[in-house]
């Protein structure tokens, strides 16, 4: 989970009883953290700030949800996608083996930024398909999924959902 407020970020770790690394953790707890996750398969979620949009390298990680972003940044969302799309161990280039999603409330600005995220992941030569699904029974949601292929054949999902 990607979360820009911090303390959202460490009030839903706390409450799901989740590791999670934001600007003050220290340099061992955050290597413990990645280690366990790495290696742990108790440890299948960690949640982190903004701190992980760089020099981490989480190849082990499939899912990413990205609860929160910085406005319209392009280059945050092409790291944080790449978070997830390093190649897999054991993994066919040709199937679905990573999922980035983006939970987005409708009717507000955070529509146009995540419009404008994704106008530049299609400018950058990735191809995309709309599927519109109710993903939480009875509430109203809109689901973007985007298929993204690297220059290595390997292929991820994106979905933006809005509620």
């Keep these: 989970f990607f979360l820009t407020m911090f303390f959202a970020l460490r009030h839903y770790a706390i409450k799901m009883n989740k590791p999670f690394i934001y600007g003050p953790t220290l340099q061992n707890e955050r290597i413990q953290i990645l280690q366990n996750f790495k290696f742990n398969p108790k440890v299948n ?55 980035f999603y983006t939970l987005v409330s409708q ?20 191809s995309y398909k709309v599927d519109h699904k109710n993903l939480l029974g009875s509430m109203r949601t809109q689901t973007s999924c985007i298929q993204i292929r690297d220059e290595t054949g390997f292929t991820a999902s994106a979905s933006i959902s809005c509620f």
Aim: proline letters at 1%.
């Design 45 to 99: 979620t960690i949640f982190v700030s903004k701190v992980a949009d760089t020099s981490f390298d989480l190849p082990e990680a499939n899912v990413l949800i990205q609860i929160s972003s910085h406005g319209g940044s392009r280059r945050q969302e092409a790291q944080r996608l790449g978070r997830i799309l390093r190649a897999k161990k054991g993994a066919v280039a040709e199937e679905y083996n990573a999922f």
């Design 107 to 126: 009717d507000t600005i955070e529509m146009a930024y995540s419009r404008k995220r994704q106008r530049f992941l299609i400018n950058q030569g990735y």
